[in-house]
C-alpha cells in the first residue's frame, strides 16, 4: 500500500513573526522555514506503517518554491522513500493545494493520504477536508492514534469531550494531531542518504490545475500589544482590584 503524505514550508515555530509594514502580509525573508510540525507527525506516522509492513511505499509532496526541496530532503531523510515537487511561486491556498494532492492521488494511487491537521502559518485547517471532499473519499481529522487492518483504518480523533473513535474505509484521508506520535530526528547517515533518493518536479499546469488565489487578503496585523501588569500591595487591594475592575472588564 502507498502512502502519500504531504509537507508544507512554514516559518519555524520557534521564530517571532512579523508582519509587513505594509500590512500585505508576514517577513519571510532571512526567517528560519521548516517542515509544518504537524507534518513531521504525518511522515512519522507514514514510516511507521512502513516499518510495521502496512505500507509498501512512502511518497512526501511538498507544493510552492524551489525551496519546498528541502523540506522534501528532510521527508526522506526521515525515511519517506521518493519525493514529488509541485513547484510555483503563487501564494497557494488551501483549495488550490487540495487540487494539486487529488491529481497527484489520481496519479499515484495511494491508499491513505496523511497531512497535517493545519499548518501553523495559515491555520486554515481545510487542506485535508476539501481533499477529500474533492476525491469523495472517508476523512478522519485529528487523529491521536491510527491503526490499519486490511482495508480499513481506525482512528481515534480529539475531540471536545475526549477522544471519538473512527473506522473508515480506505482509501481514505487522514489528519495528525498533536498526540499521535513524537517525531524521529533524522540521523546523520540518513541526511546523506536522502540525497541520492528521488525527487520529481512538476508543475501545476502538468498536473491540470488552476492554483490561481480565490480568496484576497484584505490586511495582516499584529496583535494588539498586552497592557503590562501591576503590582498589588496585599491581599486586600487584589481583592478590590477583582472587585472592581474585573467586573468592569467582563
Ligand atoms: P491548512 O489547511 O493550510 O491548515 O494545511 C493542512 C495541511 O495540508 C498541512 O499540515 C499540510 O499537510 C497540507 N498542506 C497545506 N499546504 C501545503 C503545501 N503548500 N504543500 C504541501 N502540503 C500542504
Given at each position: 500500500?502507498?502512502?502519500?503524505?504531504?509537507?508544507?514550508?512554514?516559518?519555524?515555530?520557534?521564530?517571532?513573526?512579523?508582519?509587513?509594514?505594509?500590512?500585505?502580509?508576514?517577513?519571510?525573508?532571512?526567517?528560519?522555514?521548516?517542515?509544518?510540525?504537524?507534518?513531521?507527525?504525518?511522515?512519522?506516522?507514514?514510516?511507521?506503517?512502513?516499518?510495521?509492513?502496512?505500507?509498501?511505499?512512502?511518497?512526501?509532496?511538498?507544493?510552492?518554491?524551489?525551496?519546498?526541496?528541502?523540506?522534501?530532503?528532510?521527508?526522506?531523510?526521515?525515511?519517506?522513500?521518493?519525493?514529488?515537487?509541485?513547484?510555483?511561486?503563487?501564494?497557494l491556498q488551501p483549495l488550490a493545494v487540495a487540487k494539486l494532492l487529488?491529481?497527484?492521488?489520481?496519479?499515484?494511487?495511494?491508499?491513505?493520504?496523511?497531512?497535517?491537521?493545519?499548518?501553523?502559518?495559515?491555520?486554515?485547517?481545510?487542506?485535508?477536508?476539501?481533499?477529500?471532499?474533492?476525491?469523495?473519499?472517508?476523512?478522519?481529522?485529528?487523529?491521536?492514534?491510527?491503526?490499519?487492518?486490511?482495508?480499513?483504518?481506525?482512528?481515534?480523533?480529539?475531540?471536545?469531550?475526549?477522544?471519538?473513535?473512527?473506522?473508515?474505509?480506505?482509501?481514505?484521508?487522514?489528519?495528525?494531531?498533536?498526540?499521535?506520535?513524537?517525531?524521529?530526528?533524522?540521523?546523520?547517515?540518513?541526511?546523506?542518504?536522502?540525497?541520492?533518493?528521488?525527487?520529481?518536479?512538476?508543475?501545476?499546469?502538468?498536473?491540470?490545475?488552476?492554483?490561481?488565489?480565490?480568496?484576497?487578503?484584505?490586511?495582516?496585523?499584529?496583535?494588539?500589544?498586552?497592557?503590562?501588569?501591576?503590582?498589588?500591595?496585599?491581599?486586600?487591594?487584589?481583592?478590590?482590584?477583582?472587585?472592581?475592575?474585573?467586573?468592569?472588564?467582563?
Open positions: 500500500m502507498k502512502i502519500l503524505v504531504s509537507v508544507k514550508r512554514v516559518i519555524d515555530f520557534n521564530v517571532k513573526v512579523r508582519v509587513r509594514p505594509d500590512g500585505t502580509g508576514v517577513e519571510t525573508a532571512n526567517v528560519k522555514m521548516s517542515m509544518n510540525p504537524f507534518d513531521e507527525i504525518a511522515v512519522e506516522e507514514a514510516i511507521r506503517l512502513k516499518e510495521k509492513g502496512i505500507a509498501t511505499e512512502v511518497i512526501a509532496v511538498s507544493c510552492g518554491g524551489a525551496a519546498c526541496q528541502e523540506t522534501l530532503r528532510t521527508a526522506l531523510a526521515l525515511g519517506a522513500d521518493r519525493a514529488i515537487l509541485v513547484l510555483t511561486d503563487v501564494e487529488r491529481a497527484l492521488v489520481q496519479k499515484e494511487l495511494p491508499q491513505i493520504v496523511l497531512l497535517g491537521k493545519q499548518a501553523i502559518d495559515d491555520d486554515a485547517n481545510q487542506t485535508g477536508q476539501m481533499l477529500a471532499a474533492l476525491l469523495d473519499w472517508p476523512q478522519a481529522t485529528f487523529a491521536s492514534k491510527v491503526d490499519v487492518a486490511g482495508a480499513t483504518a481506525t482512528v481515534k480523533r480529539e475531540v471536545d469531550g475526549g477522544l471519538e473513535t473512527v473506522e473508515v474505509a480506505l482509501p481514505a484521508v487522514v489528519t495528525t494531531d498533536l498526540r499521535l506520535n513524537e517525531p524521529r530526528y533524522a540521523t546523520l547517515p540518513n541526511i546523506m542518504k536522502a540525497k541520492k533518493k528521488p525527487l520529481d518536479t512538476l508543475a501545476p499546469e502538468a498536473l491540470g490545475v488552476d492554483v490561481a488565489p480565490r480568496l484576497v487578503t484584505v490586511k495582516v496585523t499584529e496583535p494588539a500589544k498586552r497592557k503590562g501588569g501591576g503590582r498589588v500591595a496585599d491581599v486586600k487591594e487584589l481583592v478590590a482590584k477583582l472587585r472592581n475592575e474585573a467586573k468592569i472588564l467582563s
